[in-house]
């Protein structure tokens, strides 16, 4: 069993979701299944970045928190990875998701 597994108790069904502006910049979050999450991030984003228009595109049930994170962090990685300070990075992600971690240790097994 991994290590990370263990601070990730959570057992229920949790989403991973993915917000896109007009020009296909994406942020990838967790929360759930009734997309409360979901619609805080994008009222933050629209906060943020108030000249773009976001949508959820995608939302994706996962039997548990871990595998949520999991995704997120796959969908982080798969637009070059968290763009940190930087405004201009390739997607809105500010940081590693929590599932890095564990996909990092999957991948050594």
């Known amino acids: 069993m991994l290590s990370c597994y263990v ?12 917000i896109e502006v007009q020009n ?3 942020y990838d ?4 299944t ?15 970045v108030s000249d773009k228009e976001f949508t959820i595109t995608k939302q994706d049930v996962y ?7 999991k995704a997120e962090d796959k ?3 798969s637009s070059g990875g968290p763009q940190g300070k ?3 990075g390739a997607n ?8 890095k971690k564990l996909n990092d240790e999957e991948s050594q097994w």
């Open 7 to 18: 601070k990730l108790k959570s057992q229920k069904p949790t989403m991973h979701y993915k």
């Open 24 to 26: 296909g910049k994406p």
């Open 29 to 32: 979050g967790v929360g759930d």
């Open 34 to 48: 009734g997309g409360k999450r979901a619609k805080k991030s994008l009222k933050n984003l629209e906060k943020q």
């Open 63 to 69: 039997p548990n928190r871990a595998e949520a994170y």
């Open 75 to 77: 969908g982080i990685q």
């Open 86 to 88: 930087d405004s201009d």
């Open 92 to 99: 809105y992600n500010k940081i590693h998701s929590p599932g």
